[in-house]
């Protein structure tokens, strides 16, 4: 059950960029946060199912390393980026955000979220396979973003494509993230 609610939640996520993309409807406005949600249902439910890698003080190092990756991730997606902008209003145009997190690479939360899930893995029992599926999903999400969704709707997109990378950083991406921080 928990692996389909999480299938389910990317293709709420591949509905909600599309619709940014090229529907703009607000009925449609709604399905991020809503495969937010399905996704960490469905992650619950799959780390009760099974049991973890390790225990003891690496099982709790390993939760503690996942809630840094879960609190880069709502930071990277709420809090780097202006929410109402970038939620709110599906098809307006805004402009890039090309500062801090998003100078490290264009698509850090893909990092955090594979981080995440591989510390869901072995410190709460979240299925390998299901963690590598999650995360191939939101790389072909971050693909379908960064080749149609962005070029169309962000501002400035097309030079920060030719100067920041896709998604592992470089010395000097570390270095503009470091500075403009």
């Excluded at 940014?20 to 199912?49: H, I, N, Y």
């Excluded at 225990?55 to 929410?83: D, E, I, K, Q």
């Excluded at 955000?97 to 690479?105: F, I, P, Q, R």
């Excluded at 899930?117 to 299925?127: E, K, N, R």
Aim: hydrophobic share 50%.
């Amino acid at each position: 059950m928990g692996c389909w609610l999480g299938l389910a939640a990317f293709v709420l996520f591949f509905i909600s960029d599309y619709n940014d993309w090229r529907l703009s409807r607000q009925v449609l406005k709604p399905c991020f946060p809503m495969g937010a949600v399905l996704l960490a249902v469905g992650t619950v439910l799959e780390a009760r199912r099974g049991s973890p890698l390790v225990s003891g003080w690496l099982r709790g190092l390993l939760f503690a390393l996942g809630a840094a990756f879960l609190a880069l991730l709502v930071y990277t997606l709420f809090f780097a980026l202006p929410v109402e902008a970038s939620y709110a209003h599906p098809g307006e145009k805004r402009p890039a955000c090309t500062t801090g997190v998003y100078a490290l690479c264009r698509h850090p939360g893909v990092l955090w979220f594979a981080g995440l899930y591989g510390c869901l893995w072995a410190a709460a029992g979240v299925p390998l396979w299901e963690a590598a599926l999650y995360s191939g999903l939101n790389v072909l999400l971050v693909i379908f973003e960064d080749r149609c969704v962005f070029p169309a709707r962000l501002e400035g997109y097309g030079a920060y494509q030719a100067s920041t990378p896709f998604l592992l950083p470089n010395r000097r991406s570390i270095r503009a993230c470091r500075e403009s921080i």
